[in-house]
């Protein structure tokens, strides 16, 4: 099973600053296996990005990935008020298929 | 506009068979695995297992001794049957449809897109 570990598991920051999530798999990971979702308290999550750099329908372009290996990143590059929520990584592999890192809060600092 | 809902029981006794459906409103099971996923209260994220429209389901192999998952393509439904419930399968579940496919030739991408509204289970004596 693919370990992805996400830190920090709280990142305190105030609205137009820069944020950096990190994901990091305990083997390698095809880039094109590695997504991102933000979810908001008492909301499903909503996808963010797929194969590591693609941004869903709708998602703007301040959110960004990149990685590759086993070192992904999630940045946010101006933060907006609606950013502040918990975010998730997510591969796709062999057995079990999908698991999910445990997540890096943004709150407001 | 609702794409995903899911239903059923939210409060089991230990012992217990969880039982939840979710019901699509956004065409075709054809091409999607769907998938369900739980959360535990305040802890990342778990998946269950998927289903194809024609049945083939996978497992988590953690789970897949008490997991049966089905499909009924008339009603556009699928389900999750969870057997011999305890404290620690007290979570938040959704159903979620799964894409796998090529892009370019590259691949397989991979996400879950649309997400159910999520049941709260609890299992409790």
């Known amino acids: 099973e693919i370990v992805l570990t996400q830190s920090p598991g709280t990142l305190s920051l105030s609205p137009g600053e820069r944020a950096t999530l990190s994901c990091r798999a305990s083997?390698?990971?095809?880039?094109?296996?590695l997504a991102w979702y933000q979810q908001k308290p008492g909301q499903a999550p909503r996808l963010l990005i797929f194969?590591?750099?693609s941004r869903a329908t709708g998602i703007p372009d301040r959110f960004s990935g990149s990685g590759s290996g086993t070192d992904f990143t999630l940045t946010i590059s101006r933060l907006e008020p609606e950013d502040f929520a918990v975010y998730f990584c997510?591969?796709?592999?062999?057995?079990?298929?999908?698991?999910f890192g445990q997540g890096t809060k943004v709150d407001i600092k | 506009q609702v794409q995903l809902q899911q239903w059923g029981a939210g409060l089991l006794k230990p012992a217990e068979t969880l039982s939840l459906t979710c019901a699509t409103y956004v065409g075709s099971l054809s091409g999607y695995y769907w998938s369900w996923i739980r959360q535990p209260p305040g802890k990342g994220l778990e998946w269950i297992g998927e289903?194809?429209?024609?049945?083939?389901?996978n497992y988590n192999p953690s789970l897949e001794s008490r997991v049966t998952m089905s499909v009924d393509t008339s009603k556009k439904q699928f389900s999750l049957k969870v057997t011999s419930v305890t404290a620690a399968d007290r979570a938040v579940y959704y159903c979620a449809r799964g894409t796998v496919t090529m892009i370019h030739g590259s691949g397989p991408y991979n996400w879950f897109d649309l997400w159910g509204q999520g049941t709260l289970v609890t299992v409790s004596s």
């Open positions: 997510q591969q796709y592999g062999s057995s079990p298929r999908y698991t």
């Open positions: 289903i194809t429209h024609s049945g083939i389901t």
């Open positions: 083997q390698s990971v095809s880039s094109t296996s």
């Open positions: 194969g590591t750099s």
